[in-house]
T-cell receptor
């Protein structure tokens, strides 16, 4: 049973398109995150939701919009994709926001914008 | 061997040797730290954590040391195996909202 699953694993798309990445966790956690990992492997927080409420929105262009229909799902929609959006996007979840507990990560979605 | 995790340096060790991966954290108010292992094509996986009221914690073949005076964290892997080859990240709960990750260190284990 996969704890945090995200789809698709690979996404290749043209500049200007709109795409979504889906994430689901079956751990019963209250908090979910999106991280972006660049080509140098640096992991940076983008968004965090706690019980469907946005608690972190880190200087991310408003072309990126997270959506949390329920606390087990956090999807990421990206409008007007740009070359610089190419990266690996990781969804994660934890028991509480930020906090003193580990975050569990999905397998990542490698987004390539051409 | 030892390494400081800046700009994804690489630490190369022989199988069976001990590895030490170092990390400097930024916020003296951080009170929780984690080491993650990321294998190629996978998401980060939890290895071990430590709270600021401790200075050492041991797991299976891994030990984390925390020096709050100089804001330094290290991960020691005993008897390094080829399966330990991965990128290792330290993370801190800098602002209590999400984990903040260091820049990572690539560990290569030579057979």
């Amino acid at each position: 049973d996969t704890a945090v699953s995200q789809t698709p694993k690979y996404l290749v798309t043209q500049m200007g398109n709109d795409k979504s990445i889906k994430c689901e966790q079956n751990l019963g956690h209250d908090t979910m995150y999106w991280y972006k990992q660049d080509s140098k492997k640096f992991l940076k927080i983008m968004f965090s939701y706690n019980n469907k409420e946005l608690i972190i929105n880190e200087t991310v262009p408003n072309r990126f919009s997270p959506k949390s229909p329920d606390k087990a799902h956090l999807n990421l929609h990206i409008n007007s994709l740009e070359l610089g959006d190419s990266a690996v996007y990781f969804c994660a979840s934890s028991q509480g926001p930020g906090s003193a507990s580990e975050a569990f990560f999905g397998q990542g979605t490698r987004l390539t914008v051409v | 061997g030892e390494s400081v995790g800046l700009h994804l340096p690489t630490l190369s060790v022989q199988e069976g040797d001990n590895s030490i991966i170092n990390c400097a954290y930024s916020n003296s108010a951080s009170d929780y730290f984690i080491w993650y292992k990321q294998e190629s094509g996978k998401g980060p996986q939890f290895i071990i954590d430590i709270r600021s009221n401790m200075d050492k914690r041991q797991g299976q073949r891994v030990t984390v040391l925390l020096n709050k005076t100089v804001k330094h964290l290290s991960l020691q892997i005993a008897a390094t195996q080829p399966g330990d080859s991965a990128v290792y990240f330290c993370a801190e709960n800098r602002d209590r909202r999400a984990l903040t990750f260091g820049s990572g260190t690539r560990l290569q284990v030579q057979p």
